[in-house]
């Protein structure tokens, strides 16, 4: 154990990532040697995903490289030839448990010293993570990170025929792969990512260093996979980044952004369009003019606000004012009647004062959201905001949490309540999880509704009349 060459891996630096350069982002191809395509054969694999729709996506990717390499999908992890965790790094607690699974994971390793162990993700970023893992968890034979999931091959055949370690974490700013192989998770539901990384810093927030460089894709390459899905029958596409507002703004010369893009999806014969996640100081009024124009774009947003407070936001580097945040909604729900707004909000950011709690509580009431991720400061290593003085006893910040999310759930039932005797357009995930005899689905406006009806209606879009409001959900009968 004392004889580890820690220098012969490539570890994760968060200087390096912090950096960003007005470099042109380059286009790279994935391509699979005919050699990495054999040696999955009668080999089976499990993926462990943690985290955001990012993570949910690259994970699809990791199964496509997989899959091309002939291994199979196991949902056994003690009989799996290659398991890997896909990890998250946005809050402690996320850590926390992955740290656990690690651990666990080692009895399977005992069983079967020839499985491969990997962790892959956000996570494998940090470089106090990558030496802990170096120290003392030696059963991980894998350790990559985001910016080059597309050479999973290559560490699976390293790991396996040469028996090695394999540690490789860039932390540049990232380029874009295409041609990446997916195996998707939803016959009818897809994510597409249209751009990468994140370049806002917001003082609390690891993402920036453990995703790198914002940069978006090509229109052609987003147009060519939503059209491919629709070719294929899916219903809805969620298009994914960081800050899908700065869409094409990373682009030197292009004035194509993110509201052209949406008008060109409407036009690929996707019936329902989303998006995740927003920054207000991008939301422009060529977006929300899409939002009303384009039938397929769906009438919801998740406009993250974190903080009421224009103390805290300016500590957190956010960019707008309690009073700008409000005039940016108020113009969203002016152009698109009706829309669905929900945000993310952090209680107990460094120096918040009871007098910040209140003017976010105030923001809450104005905002009228109809939903909310709510958290509390959780101090990431690396990032400007773990530096701050911090006096704010945890006890207190629960309490906020506690009084937030009661505040929250006032908005979630009025929000359910609008729809009552309307009839709305589900598009039917499955069963209940509650009941089998019972369908449940999204609405448009990003409502959970439950009705009877019969399993051959899964994947289809279906009217439903509500009957019955409650917080977390709607009732109602198909029409
Ligand atoms: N502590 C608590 N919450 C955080 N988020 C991001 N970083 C942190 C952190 N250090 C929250 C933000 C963001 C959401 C994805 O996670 O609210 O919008
Ligand atoms: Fe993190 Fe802020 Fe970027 Fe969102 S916009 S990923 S909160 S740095």
Redesign the pocket.
Known sequence: MNNIDFDKYFKPDLTQARKRSKKQVEEVQFHMSEQAAQIGHGKTYKIDTYG?QGNEADSETMAGILELMGFTKTEHEENADVIIINTCA??ENAENRIWGELGRMKNYKRQNPNLILGLAGCMAQEENVVERVLKKYQHVDIVFGTHNIHKLQDYIQTAMFSKERVIEVFSREGEIVENLPKVRQHRFKAWVNIMFGCDEF?T????PYTRGKERSRSKQEILDEVKQLVDEGYQEVTLLGQNVNAYGKDVVGNDYTFGDLLRDLDQTGINRIRFT?SHPHDLDQKTMEAMRDCKHVMPFFHL?V?SGSNQVLKKMNRHYTKDSYLKTLNELKETVPGISVTT???VGFPGETEEDFLETMDLVDQANFEGA?T??????EG?P?AKFEDNTPEEIKKQRLYLLNEKINEGYLRGNQRFLGQTVKVLVDGVSKYDDTILAGYSEHNKLVNFKGDMSLIGHIVDVKITVAKTWFLLGEAV
């Open positions: 955001c946005i809050r917001c609390y927030c690891i993402v996640t993250p974190q993310d909000i952090i991720f958290f509390v400061f959780s101090k990431r990032t905001a």
